[in-house]
DNA sequence: AGACGTTTAATTGTCTGACAAATGAAAATT
DNA sequence: AATTTTCATTTGTCAGACAATTAAACGTCT
C-alpha cells in the first residue's frame, strides 16, 4: 500500500485514501485487522497521531471499526444498509438545506422514485408492510395530532410502501429521498381539509397496494404527488402575499 | 454546543457529533469558521490532538473544510451536488459489494429508478444531453472496444439520461445507483451479438426521448431491464455449469 | 502619498514522548 | 480444574514543541 506522492495534500488524506482504495479494490477483506496504528505509523512513515488522524476519517465512512486492548485494532467493516441509511439521511438532507433546492424540484424527485417502487411493491407485499400502512394511516386520523407528529407519520406510511417492494438497495436509496423531505414538508400548516385529503390517499394507495393493483396505486401517488406540489404553492403564495403587503 | 455524557463514546466521536449535530440544526451556518483547534479543545476540555482527530471526522464528510494561515481554520462547507456524488457512489459500491447483493436485485433497482427519470427526460431533454447520448452510442458501436470501456460508455450513456430529467436531486440519487452497477456489469462478457442488442435499444431510447415520447422510452428502457437480466442469468448458468462439471 | 518588501502573529500540520484504559492471553494460585 | 493475578498489546488521550502557511501590519523607498 504506497501513498499518492502527485497530489500534495494532507499526510492522514493521503494515508485515508490508500486504505480506502485497498479496501474498495478487495485487497482488504471485510473483517479484515489491519496493522496497529504503530505498525501503519511506521510502514507509511509518519507519527502516530497522523495516522489516527487518517483512521478516524475511515471511522466516520463506517469503513472500519476500531477495539481497544491486547486482540484490538482497527478492523475492515462490514458496511450495513442500516448504518448506510443515517449517512444517506444526512447528506441528502444537508444538500438540499444548502443548494436551495425549491420545494418543488424535491417533491418531484421523491414522488418519482416513490412510484418507480409501487409496482414492486403491488406484488410483493407482505402483511406486514400493510399492516404498518394501516396503523400509520390510523395515527394520522387522531385529532390532537402536532405537524410535526403528522409529517413523522407521513414518512413512516412512505417508507413502509418502500420496504414493500422488498428491495433492500431500493430502500436504501429512497430512504434520502423521503427523509430528507421530512424538514420542508415541516414548513406546511396542515389544515383538517389537508390532512383529510391525505389521509383519503394514503387509504387508496393501500388499497390498491393491498389488491396488487399496480395502476391503481401509481395512480393515487401521482394525486399525492400533485396535490402535495398544490399545497406548497399556496404556503408560498400565501408568504409572497405577506411579504409585498 | 455540549458534548452527550449519556453515551460513553470515544471524545472524538461525540466532540463530531456535537459540531455535526450544530452544522445540521442551522446553528453553524455555510461559510461559518469554526473556533480554532486551541479555542475548541479549551471549550470541550480536551487536548487539540482529540479536537483534530474530530475536525478530521467531519472533514471526510465534507461538511467542513481546512486552511491554513492567518486568517486560516475550519469552515462549514457548503456540501454539493458533486462532492456527494463520489461519497455515494463509494457507499453504493460497497453495500453491493459487502452484502452479497444479487445481480437481480440491483438491476431490479436500477432500472426501476431510471424509469422513473424517463418521463421528466422525455420532456425536459436538452439537445447538449441528446447530444452526449448520441455520442455515447457512437463510441458503443467502435469494434474495438473492451468491456470495461464498453461498460464505461453505458454509464455515461445512462448518466446523460438521467441528467435529462433537470432535476439535480434525481441526478445525486441515481448516480449511486447507476455507477454501482458498473462493478456487476464488468462480470459479463459482452459478446458482439449482445453488444449489438443492446446498442439498439440505446438507440430507441435515444429516438424515444429525442420525440419527447415518454411510453416508447419506458418500454425499450424495459426491454434493456430484461435483456441486462437475461444476460446476467445466461452468465450465472454458464458459471455453475463449469462448476459442477 | 503610494508602491513594495519585511516582519509578525495566528493557525493548521506534524512529530515526540508519555500515560491511562481496556482487553485478552498467559501465568500463578487455590 | 477452576479461579485469580499478572502481563503484554493496543487504542484513547494528553502536553508540548516545531514546521509550514498565510494574511495583515509595519516599514522603507521612491
Redesign the pocket.
Known sequence: MKIDPTTPA???QQIAKAIRDAIISGALPVDER?P???ELADQF??????V??A?KRLAAQSLIR?????????FVNRLRFEDAYGQQITTSTLLLSMNDVSFATACEARYALERACAPLSATRRSADHLATMRAEIHRQVQPGLTDEAFCASDVAFHRALVDAAGNPVLSYQLAGAVEAMQPLMNMITFTARSREMIIGLHGDIADAITAQDAGKADAHLAALASYTQQLAQDVIAKRDARHNA
Chains 1, 2 share one sequence.
Do not use: I, K, Y
Not at 512513515?45 to 497522523?50: E, H
Not at 476500531?66 to 482497527?74: D, M
Open positions: 494532507d499526510l492522514s489491519l496497529s496504528e504503530a512513515s509518519v507519527s502516530r497521531p497522523t489516527r488522524e483512521l476500531t477495539q481497544r486492548g491486547a486482540t484490538g485494532g482497527a
